[in-house]
């Protein structure tokens, strides 16, 4: 089982009246990962607790999941900027292969030195995104995206008419984005159950 692992992050949720910052991911996330044909386990939203999981199990994949927008961007969850950045660097090092949606495809986006900025009509809504050679209708929960890649590292892939980039894709190594959330479609889309097992099996 240990070859088929996929680690994937969490969201923070603060809950004040017991002054604690809880991790927590919606259910169908583990169900999506588990229907691209991968054992999900998750993550805690502390570096030095993830870091070493990642090392111990030596996963195949992972995923950056969505919530908490970035601390640069309003954000309330430093914690997981961390943690996003100590996968990346480490999936970086060991070509394990990422995929990230929503914020993930944000905390990608960041790391490579790209900005994000406020966007209109992206939250709660389906739209048109377009390609190079068709175009598809997905959900979109986002309050920030990227208009324009600084770095040479990524390469857009798919993007909504008002330009929003939507997909992204690493030009040398296994790293995946997408705006849209592939947990959130039901029954989940053969297009993204096959988009996450190829970039997680041919590798």
Same mark, same amino acid.
């Given at each position: 089982?240990?070859?088929?692992?996929?680690?994937?992050?969490?969201?923070?949720?603060?809950?004040? #009246?017991?002054?604690?910052?809880? *991790?927590? !991911? *919606?259910?169908?996330?583990?169900?999506?990962? =588990? !229907?691209?044909?991968?054992?999900?386990?998750?993550?805690? @939203?502390? %570096?030095?607790?993830?870091?070493?999981?990642?090392?111990?199990?030596?996963?195949?994949?992972?995923?950056?999941? +969505? +919530?908490? #927008?970035?601390? %640069?961007?309003?954000? @309330?969850?430093?914690?997981?900027?961390?943690? $996003?950045?100590?996968?990346?660097?480490?999936?970086? *090092?060991? /070509?394990?292969?990422?995929?990230?949606?929503?914020?993930?495809?944000?905390?990608?986006? *960041?790391?490579?030195?790209?900005?994000?900025? @406020?966007? %209109? +009509?992206?939250? !709660?809504?389906?739209?048109?995104?377009?390609?190079?050679? /068709? =175009?598809?209708?997905? @959900? =979109?929960?986002? &309050?920030?995206?990227?208009?324009?890649? %600084? #770095?040479?590292?990524?390469? !857009?892939?798919?993007?909504?008419?008002?330009?929003v980039i939507e997909k992204i894709r690493h030009k040398k190594l296994p790293i995946i984005g997408t705006m849209w959330h592939p947990?959130?479609? &039901?029954?989940?889309?053969?297009? $993204?159950?096959?988009?996450?097992? &190829?970039?997680? #099996?041919?590798?």
């Amino acid at each position: 089982m240990k070859d088929r692992i996929v680690l994937f992050t969490q969201r923070v949720e603060i809950v004040e #009246s017991f002054c604690e910052r809880r *991790d927590c !991911a *919606d259910q169908r996330i583990a169900d999506f990962i =588990s !229907a691209c044909g991968f054992l999900p386990v998750p993550l805690a @939203n502390n %570096k030095e607790v993830a870091a070493p999981i990642v090392y111990e199990l030596a996963p195949v994949g992972i995923v950056l999941t +969505g +919530g908490n #927008s970035l601390m %640069k961007y309003g954000g @309330n969850a430093p914690e997981r900027d961390e943690v $996003d950045r100590e996968l990346i660097r480490i999936a970086l *090092d060991k /070509h394990i292969p990422l995929y990230g949606f929503c914020r993930g495809m944000q905390s990608i986006l *960041d790391y490579f030195g790209n900005e994000l900025v @406020n966007v %209109k +009509g992206h939250v !709660a809504i389906r739209h048109k995104i377009t390609g190079l050679q /068709h =175009s598809i209708e997905v @959900n =979109s929960y986002h &309050n920030q995206g990227c208009i324009c890649l %600084k #770095s040479n590292d990524l390469k !857009a892939i798919m993007k909504t008419d008002d330009q929003v980039i939507e997909k992204i894709r690493h030009k040398k190594l296994p790293i995946i984005g997408t705006m849209w959330h592939p947990e959130r479609e &039901n029954p989940f889309h053969e297009m $993204d159950i096959n988009m996450v097992r &190829n970039l997680i #099996s041919a590798n």
